[in-house]
């Protein structure tokens, strides 16, 4: 069973920026696909970003150049550098896998991010 866990969350002021991390319980590089998606109070689940096994990398539109995603070989964790934070990004933050020739998803539990003044 793959497990992912995710860390980072937190309260930040609007304008702040915070850095999130999710950690497989397997190598990062047996996933197909990694990424993240994000719920709000209210709202369905949106994408945040994700990145592909060759790289490739798609953004949901409301990112606009504020959020970045890599992944960390070393560390074995896929990376979200999110900055210029503003109220609307309060969601909770959920880390997305896709592993085996099955292609099935896994969700990681979430960080809950805050974005308040």
């Known amino acids: 069973q793959v497990q992912l866990v995710e860390s980072g969350g937190g309260l930040v002021q609007p304008g702040g920026s915070l850095r999130l991390s999710c950690e497989p319980s397997?190598?990062?590089?047996?996933?197909?696909?990694m990424g993240w998606y994000r719920r709000a109070p209210g709202k369905g689940r949106e994408l945040v970003a994700t990145m592909d096994i060759h790289s490739t990398i798609n953004y949901g539109n409301f990112v606009k150049g504020r959020f970045t995603i890599s992944r960390d070989s070393a560390k074995n964790t896929i990376d979200l550098q999110m900055n210029s934070l503003d109220l609307d990004d309060t969601a909770k933050y959920y880390c997305y896998a896709i592993y085996g020739w099955r292609q099935e998803g896994y969700w990681g539990p979430g960080t809950q991010v805050t974005v308040a003044s």
């Open positions: 397997i190598t990062i590089s047996h996933f197909s696909l």
